[in-house]
């Protein structure tokens, strides 16, 4: 059975920082560009961060930019998600995911995404 299964999420202050891991098994996605997504109460899901298979190209929503880092080591078949001067706007729900194609290319599309976890609440208090 193929899993994704995020965890760090947290309460945390504005200007603090998490971690977030997704782990994966039922089979490597090592070959497959994964990414993050977010989703706030009453809003769509939204793209935050993606990462290609080798991790040297990767991409960011303007919102996160230079705030969030992606990376991934997949002999350990996990991906993360560094969250610094986090901001009460980035309260929502985090979501990873892998593409569905094997390839190079990150995507900000989520209907490229065919596996998905099932989601580690963020909470950024004022």
């Known amino acids: 059975q193929v899993q994704l299964v995020e965890s760090g999420g947290g309460l945390v202050q504005a200007g603090g920082s998490l971690r977030l891991s997704c782990t994966t098994s039922g089979r490597t996605f090592s070959r497959n560009a994964m990414g993050w997504f977010r989703q706030a109460p009453g809003k769509q899901r939204d793209f935050v961060a993606a990462i290609s298979v080798s991790g040297g190209s990767t991409d960011y929503a303007d919102s996160v930019k230079g705030r969030f880092f992606i990376s991934r080591d997949n002999a350990k078949n996990t991906m993360y998600l560094h969250l610094n001067s986090l901001k009460p706007e980035d309260t929502a729900v985090y979501y990873c995911?892998?593409?569905?194609?094997?390839?190079?290319?990150?995507?900000?599309?989520?209907?490229?995404?065919?596996?998905w976890g099932q989601g580690t609440q963020v909470t950024v208090s004022s």
């Open positions: 995911a892998a593409k569905a194609v094997i390839g190079f290319a990150t995507s900000r599309l989520d209907r490229e995404y065919a596996y």
